[in-house]
C-alpha cells in the first residue's frame, strides 16, 4: 500500500516510523513532513489544508490511504472532500468528519455532547460578545480557580486558568469583544475548575468497535516544576503509573463507550483518533476535552509502545474490522523529552544547524520542527526534537532520553530536565 500522512512535526514522524515497519507498506510520502520525515519516506512540500494540492498529491503518487495527523485539516473537512470527490471518495481517511471533528474544533458543542451522553465532566456555560455581561454573572458562581476556554481552534493556546475572579471578568470581556484568541474566542466556554491529575488515553475506533491505546502524561508548561508559559508539550510519559487496570477499566466503562456509543446514536460516522484529556479526581476520571487526532508529544511516548502492526491497525479502521485485529502493547516505560528553540513559546529563530541527531543507540530521536537546507539539518519550529527512551520504570527512560540530548547540538537549545518528576 501507498500511504501519505498529512503533517509535518513529531506525531507525524512517529506515525512514519511505525508505518515503515510494516510489511503491507510499499511506499509512505508525508506532506509536508520534516527533516526525519525525509531520511525515511518521500516529503511532498504542500499545506495539508489545501485539499486540491493533496488530491493532485495523491493521485500522481498512486495514493491507497491518508493518515491525517494534525487537527486543521480534519476540522476543515479533508474526509469529506475525499468522500464528495469521485477520484478520491473510495481512498480511505484515517480521521473523522467534519461533523465528529466538531468534538474539538467547538468546545461548546464537545460539552453539550459530554452532557448529552452522560460523559463525566465540569459543569459549564458558553458566551458570545453579546452576552458578556451574564458570563461575568455566571464566573460569580464559581469558585476560584476560573477556567475559560476559547470555543475554537486555537492551537492549544486558547485555555487560561485564573485565581483572581476581578481578572477573570476581563480576560473574558477581552477574548470576546477583543478577540484575543482571533475568530476561535468569538465563543468562550467558562467551566467549573476540576482539582486532580491530568492525563490522556488515547482511543483508535472504526465508528463501531474500538482499541484503547496506552495511556500519557503530558508536560505543558516551558519551565521546571510545570512552570512559565504554556507550550505544544515539553515531555511526555508513558503508561502513566496511577493509571492502572482498575482505572482504565473505570475511564472504557464511563468515558470510551459512552462516547463510541454517542456517536453511533448521533449519527456521526467516526473512523479515526479520540484523544481523551482526562482529570483523574479521587480514583473517578472526568473528561476535560476531546481532540480528534493523537497528541503531540504523547504520540511520541505511545506509539513506540505499540507492538502490532499499525498499518494493520488502519485497515481495520477503513473496513470496519478493528475488533478483530491483533493489538499489543510493549510493558515498558517510554519517556519523551522535547527540545526546543532558544525563546519558544515566545519569539525564536529558525535555521541553526542541529548536530548529533542521528545517535540513536538509546533513544528514538524524533523530528519536529526541522528541515534540510544546504545539505544540513536546520531548526525550523519551535518544538524542535522529541526524544524517546525505553526503560523498566521513569528514571531508567529518563537517564537514556537525557544521555541522547547530551550529544545533541544547536544554538540556544532548550528542554526540560524534570520531566515524569511529579510520577516519580
Do not use: C
Request: charged share 25%; no cysteine.
Amino acid at each position: 500500500m501507498n500511504i501519505l500522512i498529512l503533517g509535518s512535526g513529531g506525531r507525524e514522524h512517529a506515525f512514519a516510523k511505525k508505518l515503515v515497519e510494516s510489511k503491507k507498506l510499499s511506499k509512505l510520502f508525508l506532506a509536508p513532513g520534516n527533516a526525519g520525515t525525509a531520511k525515511i519516506a518521500n516529503n511532498i512540500a504542500i499545506d495539508p489544508t489545501d485539499f486540491p494540492a493533496v488530491k493532485k498529491a495523491v493521485l500522481e503518487n498512486n495514493i491507497n490511504m491518508v493518515v491525517v495527523g494534525p487537527e486543521a485539516p480534519l476540522v476543515a473537512g479533508v474526509h469529506d472532500f475525499f468522500l464528495a470527490d469521485e477520484d478520491l471518495k473510495d481512498i480511505p481517511v484515517i480521521g473523522p468528519k467534519k461533523d465528529g471533528a466538531e468534538l474539538e474544533g467547538s468546545k461548546e458543542f464537545s460539552k453539550k455532547f459530554m452532557f448529552k451522553h452522560g460523559v463525566p465532566t465540569a459543569k459549564y456555560e458558553a458566551f458570545t460578545k453579546d452576552t458578556v455581561a451574564e458570563g461575568q454573572a455566571f464566573l460569580e458562581t464559581l469558585k476560584p480557580p476560573f477556567v475559560l476556554k476559547a470555543d475554537g481552534l486555537a492551537a492549544g493556546k486558547g485555555v487560561l486558568i485564573i485565581d483572581n475572579l476581578q481578572e477573570a471578568k476581563e480576560e473574558l470581556a477581552d477574548m470576546l469583544t477583543n478577540e484575543k484568541f482571533g475568530v476561535a474566542s468569538s465563543k468562550v466556554v467558562i467551566e467549573e475548575y476540576l482539582d486532580g491529575i491530568e492525563l490522556s488515553v488515547f482511543v483508535l475506533t472504526d465508528g463501531k468497535g474500538y482499541k484503547v491505546l496506552p495511556s500519557a502524561k503530558d508536560y505543558k508548561r516551558i519551565g521546571e516544576g510545570d512552570t512559565g508559559l504554556n507550550t505544544g508539550g515539553m515531555g511526555a510519559i508513558s503508561p502513566v503509573p496511577f493509571a492502572d487496570e482498575a482505572f482504565i477499566k473505570k475511564v472504557e466503562d464511563r468515558v470510551v463507550k459512552p462516547t463510541v456509543e454517542g456517536l453511533q446514536k448521533d449519527g456521526i460516522d467516526y473512523r479515526g483518533f479520540i484523544f481523551i484529556g482526562l482529570m483523574n479526581i479521587g480514583g473517578d476520571p472526568y473528561v476535560i476535552e476531546y481532540n480528534v487526532r493523537m497528541g503531540d508529544p504523547e504520540t511520541e511516548a505511545v506509539l513506540p509502545r505499540i507492538t502490532s502492526d499499525l498499518l494493520d491497525l488502519f485497515e481495520g479502521v477503513a473496513n470496519q474490522t478493528l475488533e478483530s485485529k491483533s493489538y499489543e502493547v510493549d510493558p515498558r516505560t517510554a519517556t519523551t523529552v522535547v527540545v526546543v528553540a532558544g525563546g519558544y513559546p515566545e519569539a525564536y529563530g529558525k535555521g541553526d544547524v542541529i548536530t548529533g541527531t542521528e545517535n540513536e543507540e538509546e533513544s528514538i530521536v524524533y523530528h519536529a520542527g526541522t528541515t534540510v537546507k544546504d545539505g544540513e539539518i536546520v531548526t525550523n519550529g519551535g518544538r524542535v526534537l522529541a526524544v524517546t527512551s525505553f526503560g523498566d520504570d521513569i528514571p531508567s527512560a529518563l537517564a537514556k532520553s537525557y544521555r541522547t540530548i547530551d550529544k545533541i547540538s544547536f544554538d540556544k537549545m532548550n528542554y526540560r530536565k524534570d520531566i515524569g518528576f511529579d510520577l516519580m
